[in-house]
């Protein structure tokens, strides 16, 4: 069978991620290079990217576009964001990566960003009897997919991503009661159209994508698991989440399972999981690796 070289960059407003497989003409493919750098373009907030945040995109880029070329990729998409979309420079930044890099940079929308993660996960998990809830938390924004079989029953994207929520309510360390309060409030508002509608659907299974749920992976029991998703236990997770939202800076840093790129936004990206769990509990909670990357690529081949 013949091979094409394949490059997918996401650019979140997080991390910067690289994959890059051979794509055979039946439509799979096995990866190559996976690189993920922690870039946080929403540091100071989703209205501006600043200096510092711009130097370190265009350093990763650079370095990116180095290992495409190295590779000799033969087609390369890159994708970008929330923060490119939503601050007031983010078309000036994603042009100026651009020309950094040589790399053209297709900035999405939220409902295409949705789009390519459900296909992404649809791509490796199986199919279920229950409706499923997709959870992508990201830097700038969080992306909610429902889905029964094939039919998408819910969709959409909101600016309630772990940078922003951090900059509103991680102010105090560890986290105030009031400002817990505050964020939960925000949600309410928020998440109310989601919340009515998995009402609705009475039972349902909760997949995480990638993201702070990758900590989770490392904690809880697994009751199954494959290559690329994993059944995770529920009880417990409650409590072991509300441990590490109370706990100071230092004794986050001091928990193994919390990478030190996360130690700052775990707090409200857990109060984020624990809120969905709690307003509208799942019947079974999975992990998966597969996200937006695999949606495009899925899409190129």
Known sequence: MKTSRFAVIDLGSNTFHLLVVDMLDDGSWAPVRK????????????????????QRAVQVMKEFAQQIHALKVDQ?????????????????????????????????DGQHEAAYILKGIQ???????????????GGGSVEFILFNHQEVLFAQSYKIGVAILYNLYHQH???????????????????????????????YFLIGASGSFEVILDVMP?????????????EG???????VIHADLQTRKNRKEIPIERIDYIVVAYLLIRYI???QP????????FALKEGVLAEMA
Not at 237 to 243: H, I, K, R, V
Not at 282 to 289: E, I, N, T
């Open 35 to 54: 690189d993920r750098r922690y870039v946080k373009l929403g540091s100071a907030g989703m209205d501006r990217i600043d200096r510092e945040s711009i």
């Open 237 to 243: 997770l409650d409590s072991y989440m509300t441990e």
């Open 76 to 108: 390369t998409r890159a994708i970008g964001t929330a923060a490119l979309r939503e601050a007031e420079n983010g078309f000036e930044v994603g042009k100026l990566l651009e020309k950094e890099s040589g790399i053209h940079i297709d900035i999405i």
């Open 173 to 203: 360390d560890p986290i105030r009661q009031e400002d817990i309060a505050a964020l939960t409030n925000h949600l309410d508002s928020v998440l109310e159209p989601l919340l009515n509608i998995l009402c609705e659907v009475k039972e």
């Open 277 to 279: 769990i709690r307003s």
């Open 282 to 289: 799942p019947a079974r909670l999975f992990y998966c690796d």
């Open 123 to 137: 791509s490796v998990m199986p199919a279920f009897d229950k409706p499923c809830l997709i959870v992508d938390i």
């Open 222 to 234: 697994k009751l199954q698991s494959e290559i690329h998703w994993s059944e995770l236990q529920l």
